[in-house]
């Protein structure tokens, strides 16, 4: 009967883990710029570092919690940008859990003096695994009354359910003052991820992320003003992965020092047994405070559940923190740099 109820159980588990074994997600796609693209590397042409934070559908069980921690920095000198990134992701109910680290490598083309193109390959390597000390059996529960009665079952689980893989991404933005278009190409290998066993690889993710930024004044529109920027930014970004698509629509608000955002999740134009692919409606708020040469940007965001799944699970609460600053030899006249004008959040 153990073997009967433990054959079951890893079944359930080994759909779970399929279905769950995506990327991660963040609102504030662009507050993750290097898990967003590698070509974001040293996009701010100096040193930056940043933490990320995201808690999905919390008043339910089978909530994710996300972590992930960046830095990135500029060599003037050589064009490039190099990063590292640190991520981590746990699924409540199973412990399913996947952590990685990588690093990243971008360089800055000048095309012509008002389009420029930068292309980031990254390398990481990801490990996951599941607890199964979450889980709870029939044999710990009372048959009439259903309530909890043993704190530990009957079941022998084998303690190598984990798995290691090598993963490889590429990706690319082209940009002037005011626009810009991405392309981030993830997992091109398709590394092995079951932890059962299986042929189970992860889906290829492309990311196709964009959008352009209306100054309302003059003052916000010279590079040498140092008033505050007022703009008005619709932005964009399309994911594929496996059978899955999402599509992010919306418009950054800014009035420094107060930035504000709402966008649309779904795909619109896409039907699920029949009825339309709305996700979610997210709602950013955020301040950037910027000095002679750094910059603090802090924002929070909350995603409204508009799918079937409903606002009872709580929707998404998502942090975000980052800081720049420079590092160069303040000896050196600057170079005159043309900056990748998309959001920090």
Same mark, same amino acid.
Request: aromatic share 16%; net charge neutral.
């Given at each position: 009967?153990?073997?009967?109820?433990?054959?079951?159980?890893?079944?359930?588990?080994?759909?779970?883990?399929?279905?769950?074994?995506?990327?991660?997600?963040?609102?504030?796609?662009?507050?993750?710029?290097?898990?967003?693209?590698?070509?974001?590397?040293?996009?701010?042409?100096?040193?930056?570092?940043?933490?990320?934070?995201?808690?999905?559908?919390?008043?339910?069980?089978?909530?994710?919690?996300?972590?992930?921690?960046?830095?990135?920095?500029?060599?003037?000198?050589?064009?490039?940008?190099?990063?590292?990134?640190?991520?981590?992701?746990?699924?409540?109910?199973?412990?399913?859990?996947?952590?990685?680290?990588?690093?990243?490598?971008?360089?800055?083309?000048?095309?012509?003096?008002?389009?420029?193109?930068?292309?980031?390959?990254?390398?990481?390597?990801?490990?996951?695994?599941?607890?199964?000390?979450?889980?709870?059996?029939?044999?710990?529960?009372?048959?009439? +009354?259903?309530?909890?009665? &043993?704190?530990?079952?009957?079941? $022998? *689980?084998?303690?190598?359910?984990?798995?290691?893989? %090598? =993963? /490889?991404?590429?990706?690319?933005?082209?940009?002037?003052?005011?626009?810009?278009?991405?392309?981030?190409?993830?997992?091109?290998?398709?590394?092995?991820?079951?932890?059962?066993?299986?042929?189970?690889?992860?889906?290829?993710?492309?990311?196709?992320?964009?959008?352009?930024?209306?100054?309302?004044?003059?003052?916000?529109?010279?590079?040498?003003? +140092?008033?505050?920027?007022? &703009?008005?930014?619709?932005?964009? $970004? *399309?994911?594929?992965?496996?059978?899955?698509?999402? %599509? =992010? /629509?919306?418009?950054?608000?800014?009035?420094?020092?107060?930035?504000?955002?709402?966008?649309?999740?779904?795909?619109?134009?896409?039907?699920?047994?029949?009825?339309?692919?709305?996700?979610?409606?997210?709602?950013?708020?955020?301040?950037?405070?910027?000095?002679?040469?750094?910059?603090?940007?802090?924002?929070?965001?909350?995603?409204?559940?508009?799918?079937?799944?409903?606002? &009872?699970?709580?929707?998404?609460?998502? *942090?975000?923190?980052?800081?720049?600053?420079?590092?160069? =030899?303040?000896?050196?006249?600057?170079?005159?740099?043309?900056?990748?004008?998309?959001?920090?959040?």
């Amino acid at each position: 009967m153990h073997k009967i109820r433990l054959s079951a159980t890893l079944f359930i588990l080994f759909l779970s883990i399929k279905v769950t074994a995506q990327d991660i997600q963040f609102s504030q796609f662009y507050a993750a710029p290097l898990y967003l693209n590698p070509a974001f590397a040293g996009s701010t042409l100096q040193a930056r570092a940043g933490l990320n934070y995201r808690n999905q559908w919390p008043a339910i069980n089978a909530n994710f919690i996300t972590y992930s921690a960046f830095f990135d920095y500029h060599f003037e000198d050589y064009n490039s940008g190099i990063g590292l990134l640190l991520s981590q992701d746990s699924e409540g109910m199973a412990g399913l859990s996947s952590t990685s680290a990588s690093a990243i490598y971008s360089y800055l083309l000048y095309l012509t003096d008002k389009i420029a193109f930068k292309p980031g390959f990254q390398a990481g390597y990801t490990y996951r695994s599941i607890n199964f000390t979450r889980l709870t059996f029939g044999d710990q529960f009372d048959p009439v +009354t259903g309530e909890l009665v &043993s704190p530990s079952s009957g079941e $022998q *689980f084998n303690t190598g359910f984990s798995k290691g893989f %090598l =993963d /490889l991404s590429t990706g690319g933005v082209l940009f002037t003052k005011t626009l810009w278009l991405g392309v981030g190409y993830h997992h091109l290998t398709k590394p092995q991820q079951s932890l059962l066993s299986e042929n189970d690889r992860l889906p290829r993710k492309l990311s196709i992320h964009g959008g352009i930024k209306f100054y309302l004044d003059d003052a916000s529109r010279s590079d040498y003003s +140092t008033a505050p920027e007022r &703009s008005l930014t619709p932005t964009f $970004q *399309f994911k594929h992965q496996g059978p899955f698509d999402q %599509l =992010d /629509l919306g418009l950054y608000y800014t009035m420094e020092p107060i930035i504000f955002g709402v966008w649309y999740r779904g795909v619109p134009f896409k039907n699920i047994a029949g009825h339309i692919n709305n996700e979610s409606l997210v709602f950013l708020i955020g301040m950037t405070k910027k000095g002679a040469d750094d910059e603090l940007n802090i924002g929070y965001s909350y995603d409204f559940t508009i799918s079937g799944l409903g606002a &009872s699970s709580g929707g998404a609460h998502e *942090f975000s923190l980052s800081y720049s600053w420079p590092m160069r =030899d303040p000896r050196k006249p600057p170079r005159d740099v043309m900056f990748i004008p998309c959001p920090r959040f």
